[in-house]
């Protein structure tokens, strides 16, 4: 009954604060994909993902196992799997009768300063950041009025995390999203009635989410158990693009049903280049993000060790990849339980920040060109400029197959000073480049060449 009078009071706050609009899209697929993903997503290119809950606290999962059993995140659904490695180490450092949600107490944030945090976002060269504001295990990062003594303000930190983030991220001028699990592993509510669980839970949460910050993304997740109708999905998204105060420039993903992924909805999504659904395309034909940690787990985990974590290069590899191919990089960090960004995270990040600095513009705002890569070179292109990507320094001396060169072709290379001799022989482009010093360059994980007047 309870949840019932909150979802009804919420629901006619939100109504009472905003004539209803025009209604533009119907509640069906047909009329919902129909409608596009805003430019502004497609642009931004790279963004940073955040996992961060109760989980921070205990922080582990085996990064030996397999992806998606590393994810620390899952600790209370590991728990249940008593020959696990979970389960072990719970009953080694906290015993059996301590249960999960006696890490409440723990998850303080007593450090977290959220406009260190934007800052450290908007020098990674990052476009948008996406926050878990509540993910499979329940607890909510933001006062959710249908969330009672299971969110940030009523125990742990008690402090608006999502809130206080929010207006980091923005007066850093970065466009702010929410992930959103629709389902909960153990509440009682969405294990006896999941008709009542949607109606007096879940999208009341949403609703309140997306009212009261105003997010850029929304960001869906847990929808694996349930077809998009059970989760009310469509109805959801109708009032999404038709009345609410974002519904212009809101982006979503396709996580909204276990009908969706790759089908429905808004950009697809894909975890760790895998988990995409069998025949699935993801390229330019419509617009897609790929998500992954620097580590082996989405949440903070203590016992990843240094190998477990990406190397500059590799990550630059990634975006640079991702985005010839129609992509964004929507990429992780797990923070930890007091509240801080780990040291390595944020290396990791400044890293890219400086190598974006001086190549941004062969990633911003570009398309996939005719050929996306060929061998260790890949492609990107923006209006009549077309970007060549190495993935390692070339010798003396580049040779590309892909372009065609005319008359007024130019090449130069990005953080270069002069423009680069180069001659067609054999149908190949041969770009003399010459000795750089690395101090000219920041980071060179990539080297990017600008060939300007090619088809």
């Not at 994909?33 to 996992?51: L, M, S």
């Not at 996406?130 to 909510?140: A, N, P, W």
């Not at 920040?353 to 190549?359: D, E, H, M, P, T």
């Not at 260790?376 to 197959?401: D, Q």
Request: proline share 6%.
């Amino acid at each position: 009954m309870k949840r019932l009078l909150l979802a009804v009071m919420v629901t006619l706050a939100l109504t009472m604060a905003r004539p209803a609009a025009a209604q533009n899209y119907a509640a069906t697929w047909e009329s919902i994909d129909k409608r596009p993903t805003p430019p502004w997503f497609d642009e931004a290119k790279f963004g940073i993902f955040i996992h961060w809950g109760v989980y921070s606290v205990p922080a582990f999962a085996d990064p030996q196992s397999k992806i998606g059993e590393t994810y620390a995140e899952w600790y209370w659904n590991h728990m249940q799997d008593k020959n696990g490695p979970t389960w072990a180490f719970h009953l080694l450092h906290y015993g059996a009768n301590f249960k999960y949600q006696d890490f409440a107490g723990g998850f303080k944030a007593e450090l977290f300063n959220p406009d260190q945090w934007a800052d450290l976002f908007q020098k990674s060269g990052a476009r948008y950041v996406v926050l878990t504001s509540k993910h499979h295990e329940g607890f909510c990062l933001w006062p959710c009025p249908a969330s009672w003594n299971w969110n940030s303000i009523d125990v742990g930190p008690h402090r608006d995390l999502a809130g206080d983030l929010s207006k980091a991220v923005l007066a850093k001028g970065l466009n702010m999203g929410f992930y959103y699990s629709l389902y909960e592993w153990y509440d009682p509510l969405y294990l006896s009635d999941l008709h009542r669980y949607v109606n007096e839970h879940m999208i009341p949460q949403m609703k309140d989410l997306v009212e009261r910050y105003r997010p850029s993304i929304l960001w869906t997740d847990g929808e694996w158990d349930h077809s998009s109708d059970q989760w009310q999905s469509t109805d959801f998204l109708a009032w999404l693009f038709n009345n609410s105060s974002v519904r212009d420039r809101i982006a979503v993903n396709d996580r909204w049903g276990k009908d969706t992924r790759s089908k429905h909805g808004g950009f697809y999504t894909s975890e760790y280049q895998t988990f995409v659904p069998e025949g699935a395309q993801l390229g330019p034909a419509h617009k897609w993000e790929e998500c992954q940690a620097i580590g082996k787990s989405f949440g903070y985990n203590r016992v990843e060790e240094l190998n477990d974590y990406k190397s500059a290069a590799d990550l630059i590899h990634l975006l640079v990849d991702v985005v010839s191919r129609g992509g964004n990089l929507n990429l992780d960090i797990g923070p930890t339980a007091d509240g801080r960004v780990p040291v390595i995270m944020q290396e990791r990040l400044l890293q890219i920040g400086a190598w974006l600095k001086v190549n941004g513009e062969a990633i911003y705002g570009t398309h996939p060109w005719r050929t996306t890569s060929e061998g260790k070179v890949h492609y990107t292109s923006k209006g009549n400029t077309v970007y060549a990507i190495t993935e390692m320094r070339p010798g003396s001396e580049l040779v590309l197959s892909a372009p065609r060169t005319t008359a007024a072709t130019a090449v130069e290379l990005l953080g270069g000073s002069a423009p680069l001799k180069w001659r067609q022989e054999g149908g190949k482009l041969r770009i003399q480049v010459p000795p750089i010093p690395e101090s000219a360059l920041a980071l060179p994980e990539a080297y990017v060449f600008k060939l300007t007047g090619v088809e």
